[in-house]
């Protein structure tokens, strides 16, 4: 069987239902009209029972029309058998008209034009002396379409993909390519052997009704691909490079495993990418086919290609014909190396920097253009990066289109450029990237024509407005706060001002909380963000601690944006916080031994909290939610005492790198990240200060997987009481926290067999930490002094933590699904370990 091939081929079953249509139509065209009667000097032409023209390239009409005698001229045109069409409308198509002459080629045109409308079943042509006579037979009304034995494809679906429609004219051609549409919808879902075979029925007054009886048939799915001419790369490897995948039975949640052209085609341009990401400078994709099973159940895709030579690296250079550019300030900007594989998209991205950072520095029209030269001896590539300064190009009006919702001035604030800027490549891409990343459009597009210079463009932003509300009722559960249940109100787009503004509430099991936020993304019309936001939380600890924690109150944030990367927020937060004592000794049967630590009990009562805050943000990572490469650096420092009973200062510093894989596995899906913190906090009043152990450092849980949320650090044994307070070492002990903590991760993201088509990807990680610093208004650990109130202190050690473990990602049809074990490689004596993280939650 011939194979379907990437370029130019159509489906299987495409090509089969054209060869069948013709054996078709007589099946829904019975008794379509009778024989008519000939005259002697007539044209006449009918709409065939096979569904095509009976033309036979002309002779028909010619023969016919023949038989009228030229000459003479028409005195006038009478038409018949026309009901619903007025006579008029049927003379606008003539091409003779009264005071023309009789000529077989004006006769013929006329003939033909009348066809063309869809309108006539029949046409017939008749000369009687200086009269011409139209005999017509119109095509009946559609009265209804029905659809029959389609179950993957609603009738919704079918009917809105057809020009046939109620109250339409029928005609035959009409419905050859609505047959074929729905045989394409269902070769779109690989049902290949689907048929689909359309039935008339005739109702009065010219009226029918048209059915279009469907035999769906099963999913065409690929049972086998096979790769052809790889030797550098095993067939496993190169099926991870593809997007289709061989059927399986875990499958059931993805399509990639349903035969598309389209996409083998895609495939194809996939591996050619793969193979010049890898050094394959003359990789040549000689065929992609795709071949039907003779059972027309399956499909068996082949890939035939040449890979080539492997390409290095070898020298390595920079022109400029720019001013004030020059090749020595510009070679410390490349980003490859000498003998490394050629890598086209590297080269490519490194040039794109290259482009942006001059056009970021005071060149808005350079250029960066790689050249290469090839030495097939010793298997290099020579690398010219050739900086040229390209036209001059400034931007004359800017349109905004699409947007309904969203005011004008909101779009035109996030684009990079305004009338008169230089207008480049590049700020035509971040144009479309922040308007994208608005959230407020579904789609987005950057257009530009010709402006009233060769020196000038008209750009024009298009968006697509979608829905920025939002109401969400949502459940789940999760290891820190129990089962909970979650109820939102949120509008992103508030008025198409661009102001965020929203009400949620969360009740769990362990955790209360509810909150207002409102946030204004263009604070005064200028480059500032400013929210408000006025929240109520209740933790209750019991299931590690003996104590409950709430708060309420509210904050003030502002932010603004240096660049692109650099971004910096400040905050003002007054709270007014409560530590609850949860068992307070007797009035709490089977607790009446044990109550909280000293340390807890000193801070028990209530306290407010008066803090200002500021975040430095240097963020280079590719994507902000799902990170493959690029780096964030962050610094945040706290200072409470503007007011309240809190007299901190508190520094953290952060930072993030990622690693991309895809040199090395050939898949975007594999990434190395490394994360690592500081953080420190000193108290500045120590006569005034409160020391409230609930603003400490804590380590553990989702910082220190593998120990428990605040397990690792110092903590304090209960007073045991019985009778009379003793210097005690039973019952639970207290989390204390820290003044000092640091933190370290490494972590392998990686898929897994059957992870892209079940949504599931895994990681595997090493994290380590520490805190130490005990905290506290007063300290208890002097045995000798202390007496009674002596309260030991362990776990008060800078030695590191280390944990390893493994996880999983799961995004299911009930929601996020995220899944952490992971087991304590070092730890100390009375630290809380938890082997097992997870949470899952679903909004509807």
């Not at 009789?102 to 309108?119: C, I, P, Q, V």
Request: aromatic share 12%.
């Amino acid at each position: 069987m011939s194979g379907l091939r990437t370029e130019g081929l159509r489906p299987v079953a495409v090509r089969l239902a054209l060869l069948a249509s013709a054996c078709l139509f007589p099946a829904y065209l019975v008794g379509a009209e009778a024989a008519p009667s000939h005259h002697h000097r007539e044209v006449r032409h009918h709409n065939s029972r096979k569904g095509s023209m009976v033309d036979r390239q002309g002779d028909y009409r010619s023969a016919a029309v023949s038989r009228i005698a030229d000459g003479g001229m028409i005195q006038q045109i009478i038409v018949k058998g026309n009901s619903r069409i007025e006579t008029s409308t049927v003379l606008s198509y003539m091409v003779v008209q009264p005071g023309d002459s009789f000529n077989k080629e004006g006769l013929n045109r006329s003939l033909k034009t009348l066809y063309a409308t869809g309108l006539f079943r029949d046409v017939t042509l008749q000369r009687e002396g200086s009269t011409l006579l139209v005999h017509l037979t119109e095509n009946p009304v559609v009265n209804r379409i029905v659809f029959e034995g389609n179950h993957a494809l609603k009738d919704n679906d079918l009917l809105k993909e057809l020009n046939l429609r109620p109250r339409a004219v029928f005609s035959a051609q009409t419905i050859a390519a609505d047959r074929q549409k729905i045989l394409n919808l269902y070769a779109a879902r690989a049902r290949y052997g689907a048929t689909v075979t359309p039935q008339i029925i005739r109702l009065s007054h010219n009226r029918i009704d048209v059915i279009f009886n469907i035999n769906e048939s099963h999913q065409t799915l690929v049972k086998k691909i096979t790769f052809i001419g790889n030797h550098s790369f095993s067939e496993a490897a190169l099926e991870n490079v593809v997007s289709s995948k061989e059927e399986a039975w875990y499958r059931f949640f993805s399509s990639a495993d349903e035969y598309n052209p389209e996409r083998v085609r895609y495939d194809a341009e996939l591996l050619r990418r793969f193979y010049l990401h890898n050094g394959f400078v003359d990789f040549r994709m000689i065929d992609a086919t795709g071949e039907l099973s003779p059972d027309h159940k399956t499909f068996y895709i082949t890939f035939t290609f040449n890979e080539g030579p492997r390409y290095r690296l070898g020298k390595l250079d920079v022109r400029s014909n720019v001013r004030h550019v020059t090749p020595q300030m510009m070679k410390r900007h490349i980003e490859v190396y000498k003998n490394q594989y050629y890598d086209g998209t590297a080269i490519q991205d490194n040039a794109t920097d290259m482009q942006e950072w001059l056009q970021d520095n005071g060149h808005p029209f350079a250029a960066v253009r790689t050249e290469i030269a090839r030495n097939p001896e010793k298997k290099i590539v020579n690398l010219l990066y050739d900086i040229v300064e390209g036209p001059h190009v400034y931007v004359e009006r800017i349109d905004i289109n699409g947007n309904t919702i969203t005011r004008d001035s909101v779009i035109r604030r996030n684009l990079p450029m305004a009338e008169g800027d230089a207008y480049t490549p590049s700020s035509r891409k971040y144009a479309r990237m922040d308007l994208q990343d608005l959230g407020y459009f579904s789609n987005v597009s950057i257009d530009q024509t010709q402006g009233s210079a060769p020196d000038k463009v008209n750009v024009s932003a298009n968006v697509t407005e979608k829905p920025t509300g939002e109401f969400s009722l949502g459940g789940g559960y999760s290891t820190d706060v129990g089962v909970l249940g979650n109820l939102a109100l949120k509008q992103h787009n508030l008025l198409g001002t661009g102001i965020d503004a929203g009400a949620s509430g969360t009740v769990a099991y362990y955790e209360k909380q509810a909150d207002i936020s409102f946030t204004d993304p263009y604070f005064l019309g200028r480059n500032f963000v400013a929210g408000l936001d006025f929240y109520f939380v209740q933790n209750n600890y019991q299931t590690y601690q003996r104590y409950s924690e709430g708060q309420y109150g509210g904050s003030f944030r502002l932010g603004y944006a240096y660049n692109r990367y650099l971004s910096q927020s400040w905050t003002y937060t007054l709270v007014d916080r409560h530590v609850g004592n949860a068992y307070p000794g007797s009035d709490y049967p089977g607790y009446k031994d044990d109550v909280p630590s000293i340390y807890v009990l000193q801070s028990a009562g209530w306290s407010l909290l008066s803090q200002l805050s500021t975040t430095l943000t240097y963020d280079r990572r590719d994507n902000r939610l799902a990170p493959h490469s690029g780096y964030m650096l962050s610094a945040t420092g706290d200072f409470a005492g503007l007011g309240g009973n809190e007299k901190y200062a508190r520094g953290k510093f952060s930072g993030a790198y990622y690693i991309p894989l895809d040199d090395l596995t050939g898949s975007h899906d594999w990434t190395i990240q490394l994360k690592g913190g500081v953080g420190y906090m000193g108290d500045w009043d120590g006569r005034h200060g409160d020391r409230n152990i609930i603003d400490n450092f804590y380590l553990g849980g989702q910082n220190l997987r593998g120990f428990l949320q605040g397990g690792v650090g110092p903590r304090s044994a209960h007073i045991r009481r019985n009778g009379q307070w003793i210097p005690g070492y039973g019952g639970q002990e207290d989390f204390l926290g820290g003044r000092f903590m640091y933190t370290a991760s490494f972590q392998l993201n990686f898929p897994l067999p059957m992870g892209d088509s079940l949504g599931i990807s895994g990681r595997g990680f090493i994290d380590a930490g520490s805190l130490t610093g005990l905290r506290v208004r007063h300290r208890y650990t002097n045995e000798a002094h202390d007496g009674a109130l002596f309260t030991p202190v362990s776990g008060n050690t800078f030695t590191p933590r280390v944990s390893g473990g493994l996880g999983i990602s799961w995004k299911s049809p009930f929601g996020l699904v995220n899944i952490d074990g992971a087991v304590p490689i070092r730890k100390e004596h009375g630290d809380r370990i938890y082997p097992i993280r997870f949470g899952f939650g679903q909004q509807f």
